[in-house]
């Protein structure tokens, strides 16, 4: 199919918010402002924002790229660009990457829309041991986060049935303005609580003391997963961009984007946290343990108010979740696609089959199916590691090699200047991070989180 033929998005806006929330996801809310605070605070952010310029921009550039060029879902792009040598395996991973990736997310996201639906009962109150005991209770059934699995699914399904204009364009016009709205609304709540300024300094109050080389270390690997480098996403979405887009602009448009929603998560949960005396953890706890609580004393004289929050933070999270899980469905329905030669409904229909059968597996590895465990570990943490550790870095580490070493120059300084439109005046320093500083660090960072480093 030709650039002509393929679907491509139908404004700029459009392109830009349906890439951003591909990046966007639960990970800017449930990491980010834990590492900051942890970390730092103001010291980790300047630090974060350099490792997002150093690495995070050039890989997902890089992803541009390939996409664009190749006109083609992940696998066929790094084929053509390798001219089918061995480099085409590494569209082909991140192909499975992105296809793993939704099976166990679609898990996670099903988890929002049951707390959209608890706190719409009313049912999330009660003794912090009560939240506790809510979570494990719902994670351990063996059915309930099935159904919420297949549901989250099926609203993906139906928005990547109707397309790159009508399905996900549309949707994300819609979903990532609300979510910003959310996040305001939700950021200025929580600042204004009684105290709420320790968790405000908390966040922001500079301490280079905490800093070492394991926070850039850390801080480069965040900067990583969070733009969603090497999942097939960036490059599947940049398939549909046109001959015009100014790639650089719209990298820099992304980050941007992504930081900031990653800030004011940040802004959402510590001043609230502090305000009562809770001390935030990090991952799913913070989400769906601490939170619950915290929401329950910030509000406990508005109780009105305490329910319109809670909901509406369990409904920005399915948004954040739902637009992530959106773009990760698209890389594989756009392969099915384009390999099997069917029709988009076919492919979308093959995903999400073959996606619900890896989430049922993995959210029923939390309860009592012991059996379905690998080496002692739960199947869903055993694909969160294998993705998350050792495929995401490894294929954005050998993309690099491959921009940087193997595709001609002339062919990524074409892309990147649009053939001579644009004045590039960047793509030296572009060219020689993803040549050098980029590689050796997805390799410090591979090695740091197995501790070798």
Same mark, same amino acid.
């Given at each position: 199919?030709?650039?002509?033929?393929?679907?491509?998005?139908?404004?700029?806006?459009?392109?830009?918010?349906?890439?951003?929330?591909?990046?966007?996801?639960?990970?800017?809310?449930?990491?980010?402002?834990?590492?900051?605070?942890?970390?730092?605070?103001?010291?980790?952010?300047?630090i974060y924002i350099g490792c997002v310029l150093l690495l995070g921009m050039p890989c997902m550039i890089n992803e541009f790229i390939i996409g664009r060029h190749a006109a083609s879902n992940t696998a066929r792009a790094y084929t053509k660009l390798s001219h089918g040598t061995a480099w085409k395996w590494v569209g082909y991973l991140g192909v499975l990457t992105g296809f793993l990736i939704t099976g166990y997310y679609a898990v996670v996201s099903g988890w929002c829309l049951e707390?959209?639906?608890?706190?719409?009962?009313?049912?999330?109150?009660?003794?912090?041991?009560?939240?506790?005991?809510?979570?494990?209770?719902?994670?351990?059934?063996?059915?309930?986060?099935?159904?919420?699995?297949?549901?989250?699914?099926?609203?993906?399904?139906?928005?990547?049935?109707?397309?790159?204009?009508?399905?996900?364009?549309?949707?994300?016009?819609?979903?990532?303005?609300?979510?910003?709205?959310?996040?305001?609304?939700?950021?200025?709540?929580?600042?204004?609580?009684?105290?709420?300024?320790?968790?405000?300094?908390?966040?922001?109050?500079?301490?280079?003391?905490?800093?070492?080389?394991?926070?850039?270390?850390?801080?480069?690997?965040?900067?990583?997963?969070?733009?969603?480098?090497?999942?097939?996403?960036?490059?599947?979405?940049?398939?549909?961009?046109?001959?015009?887009?100014?790639?650089?602009?719209?990298?820099?448009?992304?980050?941007?984007?992504?930081?900031?929603?990653?800030?004011?998560?940040?802004?959402?949960?510590?001043?609230?946290?502090?305000?009562?005396?809770?001390?935030?953890?990090?991952?799913?706890?913070?989400?769906?343990?601490?939170?619950?609580?915290?929401?329950?004393?910030?509000?406990?004289?508005?109780?009105?108010?305490?329910?319109?929050?809670?909901?509406?933070?369990?409904?920005?999270?399915?948004?954040?979740?739902?637009?992530?899980?959106?773009?990760?469905?698209?890389?594989?329905?756009?392969?099915?696609?384009?390999?099997?030669?069917?029709?988009?409904?076919?492919?979308? %229909?093959?995903?999400? @089959? *073959?996606?619900? $059968?890896?989430?049922? /597996?993995?959210?029923?590895?939390?309860?009592? +199916?012991?059996? !379905?465990?690998?080496?002692?570990?739960?199947?869903?943490?055993?694909?969160?590691?294998?993705?998350?550790?050792?495929?995401?870095?490894?294929?954005?580490?050998? %993309?690099?090699?491959? @921009? *940087?070493?193997? $595709?001609?120059?002339? /062919?990524?300084?074409?892309?990147?200047?649009? +053939?001579?439109? !644009?004045?590039?005046?960047?793509?030296?320093?572009?060219?020689?991070?993803?040549?050098?500083?980029?590689?050796?660090?997805?390799?410090?960072?591979?090695?740091?989180?197995?501790?070798? @480093?």
């Open positions: 199919m030709s650039q002509t033929e393929r679907a491509s998005f139908g404004s700029k806006i459009g392109m830009v918010l349906a890439t951003a929330g591909g990046a966007v996801g639960l990970g800017n809310v449930w990491r980010f402002p834990y590492m900051t605070g942890e970390n730092g605070g103001a010291a980790f952010i300047i707390y959209v639906f608890a706190s719409l009962a009313n049912q999330l109150h009660g003794s912090p041991e009560y939240f506790q005991q809510f979570f494990s209770d719902f994670k351990a059934n063996p059915w309930e986060p099935v159904i919420w699995t297949a549901v989250i699914l099926l609203i993906t399904h139906f928005v990547i049935i109707h397309g790159i204009r009508n399905g996900i364009e549309k949707a994300s016009k819609i979903m990532m303005p609300i979510l910003f709205i959310l996040l305001l609304v939700i950021a200025v709540s929580s600042c204004l609580l009684p105290g709420a300024e320790k968790g405000i300094s908390f966040l922001f109050k500079p301490d280079f003391s905490k800093v070492s080389s394991d926070v850039f270390l850390d801080a480069l690997g965040q900067s990583f997963y969070s733009l969603s480098i090497a999942m097939g996403c960036i490059c599947t979405y940049a398939s549909y961009y046109t001959r015009q887009t100014n790639l650089v602009n719209t990298a820099g448009q992304i980050c941007t984007i992504d930081t900031m929603v990653a800030i004011l998560a940040g802004l959402m949960i510590f001043p609230a946290a502090f305000s009562v005396g809770v001390n935030p953890d990090s991952g799913p706890s913070l989400i769906f343990i601490t939170l619950p609580n915290v929401f329950e004393k910030s509000f406990a004289g508005m109780p009105i108010v305490g329910f319109i929050i809670s909901l509406a933070f369990y409904v920005l999270l399915s948004m954040a979740a739902l637009t992530s899980l959106i773009s990760l469905h698209e890389v594989s329905t756009a392969f099915f696609q384009e390999e099997l030669h069917i029709s988009r409904k076919t492919g979308a %229909t093959i995903v999400t @089959i *073959g996606c619900f $059968v890896v989430g049922s /597996l993995c959210s029923l590895s939390l309860g009592d +199916w012991s059996v !379905l465990s690998i080496g002692g570990k739960d199947l869903f943490d055993v694909f969160d590691f294998v993705t998350g550790q050792i495929f995401l870095p490894i294929g954005g580490f050998l %993309t690099c090699l491959f @921009i *940087g070493w193997y $595709v001609p120059k002339k /062919l990524v300084k074409d892309e990147f200047t649009n +053939w001579g439109t !644009l004045r590039g005046r960047l793509f030296g320093v572009y060219y020689f991070l993803v040549r050098i500083i980029c590689p050796l660090c997805i390799l410090a960072i591979f090695l740091h989180q197995f501790g070798l @480093i």
